[in-house]
């Protein structure tokens, strides 16, 4: 089912994209369309539906299987992940962080300015009981691949911006390590200010702080995966 999903015409994609992005608000129970799941279907659905994990998926699938780790296969992963959607939406409802589901995958969003100072790599310490949530209910749903990634606005340059975005999804992956996430299953990798939210040109203050942000997508670990 996987890879069918996968090759799929940019068309098709779009179409399923629409119907999997609403997202309900924890705190007003609104339902809207998730920007991030919509920035998924830019360029012939080029972001969390075009292409694979960035770390890999056999190579990491055997490392955690290793571990003792079990797949998970058909009606079970459905459910697997509506429950750690819930439990990441209850964590961490009010924080700021965006819980956005893709089909059977999770993405998170967050905020450089509630994660990290200016030009800065080091997580705000504020943000240490949200990221403990976060990796506690990580921790306890073991079946998943984990990627971290990071995004910035262009102002200073790709020189400066994709190491920075590279660093601070280190910082994250590293925070969620120490707090019990098993390293196996994370992957980073920085983008620098290649991908914008959509619609998002980077013209005011506000643009920019938007398109500074971590992400964290949530990936089940499926038989034959």
Do not use: W
């Not at 659905?45 to 780790?69: P, S």
């Amino acid at each position: 089912m996987r890879n069918k999903n996968r090759i799929m015409g940019s068309a098709a994609a779009a179409a399923l994209l629409l119907t999997t992005a609403c997202v309900t608000d924890p705190n007003t129970g609104e339902r809207h369309i998730s920007k991030t799941a919509i920035g998924a279907g830019v360029g012939a659905v080029a972001g969390y539906f075009g292409g694979d994990l960035i770390g890999g998926r056999h190579d990491r699938t055997e490392k955690i299987v290793g571990t003792g780790v079990g797949v998970l296969a058909g009606a079970a992963v459905g459910a697997y992940m509506d429950k750690q959607e819930r439990e990441l939406r209850q964590r961490t409802a009010g924080t700021g962080v965006e819980v956005d589901r893709q089909g059977d995958e999770l993405v998170l969003t967050m905020p450089s300015g509630i994660t990290f100072p200016i030009n800065s790599a080091e997580i705000q310490p504020p943000f240490y009981s949200t990221l403990d949530q976060v990796a506690t209910t990580l921790a306890a749903y073991p079946s998943t691949l984990i990627d971290v990634y990071g995004h910035t606005d262009p102002s200073g340059g790709d020189r400066i911006n994709i190491p920075l975005s590279q660093n601070r999804a280190q910082s994250v992956a590293n925070y969620l390590t120490q707090r019990g996430v098993g390293s196996t299953r994370i992957a980073t990798q920085g983008f620098g200010s290649s991908r914008p939210l959509p619609g998002n040109a980077n013209a005011t203050e506000a643009e920019r702080a938007a398109n500074r942000r971590v992400e964290i997508r949530i990936d089940p670990l499926e038989q034959n995966g």
